[in-house]
């Protein structure tokens, strides 16, 4: 019988994770789980300990011997120089899918969308989590958004097999490419491109914005989602508490070789102890680690048995209501009442049924080509000028001009205020200036500009080449 085990590393975490986590395993293990756990220590006292990712090196032997991490939620430190746990690991382990199923169950559970069952597919590497932040002047800031074709491919492409794996009819993107025309326009492309190859889905695009407006308000216009890592961090939160509770929903995060199962929440340090919390949404994510490890047949054993519990009135605090809820228990006592339903199912809920299908991985087809060519025709300096006189500094910078580069036009967080710019126009220390070539310029030609500034005793704090690509210009123009 041993054999037949599957191992999966697991994290007790912090707060109330401890109490959710063995509610999670004893529910699962009276469903007749396959498993063999493996326990690390990870969170709050591995940070205390001067470990800033929150992880023991020696952790990582588990997770990639098993490729299968079973998280409670942690509690950071406060104060800086800890790095976020969840980020480290979807990032080291390669897990570019997380997964957010947000449903209702009206009305057992309070809601203004009863029909709600939205899926949010977000990507889970790159965008503005990248991490790569500057303080560039003393007033000034940033944060790069890095969105690959690679990385939008592979999370595009996911949203799609999930959907026809999972019987679903619509795929949606969201994003914000009427201003962000590179990065989300890359995005809305890879979707389009993607989306032809599924003819059977009925497919749109939503900017971000009115997008979120509509599922707040009508989540029953969407079905799967796909969007970019920060909108679909804060868009999942908010489908999962219109729907009834975001302690309600479990998330997936899915690589080619690992993957990780949590609930949405936090750790919430004030409820520790207390036999209060709810397990639902570790509980959920456990769920789909059971479809993923390949015991589709436990896990449509638990889901049924806690929708059945969730029909049946008994619920824990947070979702406790006068009226409709029938009993109110605790963490323990409520995995209890989950575990003697094992092999019932809701009469009024929707019982799930889950496929034998073999698990979703990561869809390794990507666009290949024989490369663009690819030309420099300028650079965009950026200085740190404490004046905020911009007429000023436009004469400064132009005296920079030779060697085949030309002040082409000086912009002040994006606006262009040289030349020709208004007076009404706020200027901070933080300044980029155009310098555009007659054809193609060398980085020899670029070099001698920054020591001209150098020598000007200008402050360059940093540059981004400007190239075109089969032509086609790789920047924004001024004014776009």
């Known amino acids: ?47 205390l300990r001067g470990v800033n990712s929150g992880i023991e090196p020696s952790a990582w032997e588990s997770l990639r011997r098993t490729q299968v991490f079973f998280k409670a939620p942690i509690t950071t430190p406060q104060g800086g120089g800890f790095k976020s746990l969840n ?110 190859e599924y003819p059977e889905f009925e497919k749109e695009h939503w900017i971000v914005d009115i997008g979120a407006a509509k599922m707040a308000d009508t989540p029953e216009a969407f079905d799967v989602i796909v969007m970019e890592n920060l909108y679909g961090d804060i868009l999942s939160d908010v489908a999962a508490q219109i729907a009834g509770s975001v302690g309600l929903a479990g998330s997936a995060n899915i690589g080619e070789h690992c993957a990780m199962f949590e609930a ?119 200085f740190d000028w404490k004046q905020r006189n911009p007429e000023e500094f436009g004469k400064k910078l132009e005296q920079l001009n030779g060697d085949g580069l030309k002040l082409f036009a000086v912009s002040n967080r994006g606006t262009k205020v040289y030349p020709e710019g208004f007076t009404e126009t706020f200027c901070t220390d933080h300044w980029r200036a155009r310098f555009m070539g007659n054809g193609a310029v060398s980085h020899a030609q670029i070099v001698a500009l920054l020591d001209r500034a150098g020598k000007a005793n200008l402050d360059f704090i940093k540059i981004e080449n400007l190239y075109t690509f089969d032509g086609q210009k790789g920047f924004v123009a001024e004014g776009e």
Not at 266 to 271: F, H, T, V
Request: glycine residues 8%; contains cysteine; hydrophobic residues 40%.
């Open 1 to 47: 019988m041993a054999s037949n085990l599957v191992p999966i590393t697991v994290a007790h975490g912090d707060g109330i994770g401890p109490e959710i986590m063995a509610a999670s395993l004893h529910i699962m293990k009276a469903a007749g789980a396959r498993i063999q756990e493996e326990t690390i220590e990870i969170g709050e006292k591995v940070y």
């Open 264 to 382: 949405i929440h936090g750790s919430a340090p004030r409820r520790a102890g207390q036999n209060m919390a709810n397990p639902s949404g570790l509980l959920l994510g456990g769920v789909l680690m059971l479809v993923h490890i390949g015991q589709p047949d436990v896990a449509e054993l638990v889901h049924n048995a806690w929708l059945r519990t969730i029909e049946d009135g008994v619920h824990t605090y947070d979702i406790f209501k006068e009226g409709t809820s029938k009993q109110k228990v605790g963490t323990k006592e409520f995995a209890e009442a989950v575990a003697a339903r094992i092999g019932q199912k809701p009469q009024n809920l929707k019982a799930v049924s889950y496929s034998k299908a073999p698990k979703q991985n990561a869809a390794h087809t990507m666009k290949t080509g024989a490369g663009a060519k690819k030309v420099l025709v300028g650079v965009d300096a950026f």
């Open 87 to 196: 980020v480290t690991t979807r990032k080291t382990l390669g897990l570019y899918a997380n997964v957010r199923p947000c449903v209702s169950y009206h009305p057992y559970i309070q809601t203004k969308h009863p029909g709600m069952d939205v899926v949010i597919v977000r990507e889970n590497e790159e965008d503005l989590y990248a991490g790569i932040e500057h303080r560039q002047t003393e007033e000034v800031y940033q944060c790069l958004k890095l969105i690959s074709r690679p990385g939008s491919e592979k999370i595009i492409r996911y949203a799609f097999e999930y959907a026809r794996r999972n019987n679903r009819k619509k795929v949606t993107c969201f994003s914000k490419d009427n201003i962000m025309k590179f990065t989300d326009g890359l995005f809305h492309k890879v979707f389009d491109e993607i989306g032809a």
